[in-house]
Structure formats: C-alpha cells, structure tokens
C-alpha cells in the first residue's frame, strides 16, 4: 500500500496569545483531490504554510513524501507545486520568460521547459499573450500563469489556495478537470478553498477545520449522510448538500 503523501500528527501552532492551529492531525493519500475548508480565521492558510515549509509548528510534526522540512526542504520542494492565494509575479518579464526562468531555477532542460511552457500556456490559452509582460495581463490571466508556473515541473504534491479565485466558467472548468485529471495519474492535490461547489465537484475527500480544529475529515457522501442522519428539523438537513455540512459543523462547534 502507497504510504501517505501529507501526514500531520498533533500540530500545533500558535501567534504570541492566538492559537491558529490546535493538535491537527491528517493524512492525505496519492491520487486524492483533498478540499480543505473552513471560515475566514480557521486555520487554512497556517496549515498551508506548514505543508510549504514556510512556518515550522510549535509542536506536533508536519512530513511530506515521508520527510520533515527541517531536513529535506529541497527534496520537498522539488516534488511540490505551491499556489498561493496571492501570488507575486514579476510583472516586467513576459510569461514564457517567466516560465523559462523559474525552469531554469529548477535546474530543468531548456527543451524540456520550452516543451512544457508551451503545453500549459495552450492549456490555459495564453499562447497568444506568451511574449506580452505580465503586468499587462489580467487577474484571470495571471491566476493561469500562476497555475501553469507551479505545473511546470510536473510535482507530485499541489498545494493550492483559493484555484478558482478570477478565473471565467470556461477557465475554472478546465481547472476542476485538471486537477481530477492530475489525481487520475497518481499525483495529489491539496486544495483550500470557500466555494463549497468545487469542493463537493472535485474532492475525493473533505476536511473542515474551525478554529484550529479539525471538524470533519470524510468523503463528501459521507458527510452529507452523516447530516441527514442527524435527526434534526432544519428542513436543509433533509436533502443536504456541502454547504449545509459546513454550516451545520462550524455552527455547532461556534455554540
């Protein structure tokens, strides 16, 4: 059996009095498409960075393909693709320039990143913008660049905040697809996110987290049975869907 890509044991994570992670544990298979989710405040984008390197917990451990960060952050590094919510792009390079030089930062073949560059920038139709600079490019298209830049190193871990965030229908499709396709040959995909449709479209598998807490962690079926099952007289129980999973936990855990 496939040993986990993601294992948290007993994370924790605090910020001078406000504890944003509190003994979170978690694994995460190859080939699942992981959503996690929960309220602004919750503790995503901590455990993000966590899963990055760039925050070390307080307490617990954090590894990775089997490895921690303290250790073996180029080894990680090199098989992860990261997606921030807010990525900086070098807005005075062009995005085939932009590509190539973060190919070359990975110590990649150039024809293998010009054959790559040039496989995602169709996949996300920004061939014909390839050679204009970014910072003439627009949200959505920079969100696609972004995308294809932690791609292009084909990584077997994506971690991603917020994928949808600017995208148009025809774009974020492809990306739902994508990500799917990516899980299909064994790659794993770690996906914070607030639209629930997505979640519930793509995941394999859901986690909620509330304040530091880990709420839920089950596949999406599950949860909604699980609601449905609740007894309860909410009339949205009765024919549940993610999202009223999700108010339903952070409600609870809130009272």
């Known amino acids: 059996m496939a040993h986990p890509v993601i294992v948290l044991k007993n994370v924790r994570k605090t910020f001078q009095s406000t504890v944003a992670v509190d003994d979170l544990i978690l694994e995460i298979n190859p080939g699942e498409v ?3 989710l929960g309220p602004n405040g919750a503790g995503k984008t901590t455990t993000i960075r966590m899963l990055t390197g760039i925050l070390l917990p307080d307490s617990g451990t954090v590894n990775v393909f089997g490895m921690d960060f303290k250790s073996n952050r180029r080894e990680i590094l090199n098989r992860l693709g990261y997606i921030p919510d807010r990525a900086y792009l070098y807005p005075k390079l062009t995005g085939i320039e932009l590509l190539q030089f973060l190919g070359s930062l990975r110590k990649m073949p150039k ?6 560059a040039k496989y995602y920038l169709e ?8 050679n204009e600079l970014i910072e003439r490019y627009s ?7 972004v995308l294809a830049s932690a791609l292009i190193h084909e990584p077997d871990l994506i971690i991603v905040d917020e994928p949808m965030v600017g995208l148009d229908p025809r774009a974020a499709r492809r990306i739902k697809r994508l990500f799917i396709e990516l899980a299909e040959q064994g790659k794993t995909v770690f996906m914070s996110t607030h639209s629930l449709d997505v979640a519930e479209q793509v995941c394999d598998r859901v986690g909620i987290i509330h304040k530091g807490n880990m709420v839920a962690d089950d596949r999406p079926e599950i949860l909604l049975e699980e609601l449905k099952q609740s007894g309860s ?5 009765h024919n549940p869907d993610l999202e009223a999973v999700f ?3 952070t409600e609870e855990e809130a009272e």
């Open 123 to 130: 996949m996300f139709e920004l061939e014909s913008k390839s």
């Open 247 to 249: 108010i339903s936990l």
């Open 34 to 36: 992981y959503g996690f």
């Open 139 to 145: 949200h959505g298209m920079r969100q696609k660049l």
């Open 111 to 116: 024809a293998l990143v010009r054959e790559r």
């Open 233 to 237: 007289n909410d009339p949205s129980h």
